[in-house]
């Protein structure tokens, strides 16, 4: 049960998850990362319209509320481990990634991120390339996974970048399993 307002994305402190959703809305979690300031929002979203309400929650939110993690998951596609129908071409992923970026013009509740993951999302290599440019800036972000989203050689290569000594200074782990990246 989801209060109306107050604490993290309408959580009490006590309460960590809501009622299932319909399907224009996210369905969230909320846990406690083991170290710093923070907390971790675990996200399902089963369709462009949930997933642009995240990102509008997320650009509405200011920094008081900081996300040291957030874990986004499409809904499985027609079998386990299948990338959903929901894509980078739209005004949601273009919306998240703005919120993302490490500046001042990205969310206040993201400047913080230390954990990214995002999988079954497809992200084409233009998105790809968003994203990276996004996160190139983006001071405390120490961790970032795109798994299962599609990712080709070109996008791989943008986020790649990341890694680089001009990339994210603060990138100690990044995981790009389970792509369409060729040898």
């Known amino acids: 049960r989801a209060m109306a307002s107050g604490g993290w994305f309408g959580f009490s402190r006590k309460e960590t998850s809501t ?3 319909s399907a224009d809305e996210p369905r969230m979690r909320v846990s406690h990362p083991g170290e ?3 907390i971790a929002l675990e996200v399902t979203v089963s369709s462009e319209a949930a997933m642009l309400r995240l990102a509008q929650r997320l650009a509405a939110t200011s920094a008081e509320a900081p ?3 957030l874990r986004l998951t499409a809904e499985d596609g027609f079998g386990p481990g299948t990338a959903a ?5 739209g005004s949601a992923f273009a ?4 919120c993302l970026m490490g500046t001042d013009n990205g969310a206040g509740c993201l400047r913080g991120l230390r954990e990214l993951a995002i999988s079954k999302v497809t992200i084409s290599d233009e998105a790809a390339a968003s994203l990276a440019e996004a996160l190139h800036g983006h001071a405390a ?3 970032l996974e795109l798994w299962n989203v599609a990712l080709e050689d070109d996008g791989a290569l943008s986020i790649s970048q ?10 100690t782990q990044l995981n790009l399993g389970r792509n369409l990246v060729s040898g």
């Open 19 to 21: 009622p299932r959703p």
């Open 36 to 38: 710093g300031d923070g």
């Open 67 to 69: 996300l040291a993690a």
């Open 85 to 89: 129908a929901i894509s980078s071409s």
């Open 95 to 98: 919306l998240l990634t703005r």
């Open 141 to 143: 972000l120490q961790m």
């Open 162 to 171: 990341l890694a680089t000594p001009t990339g994210n200074q603060a990138l």
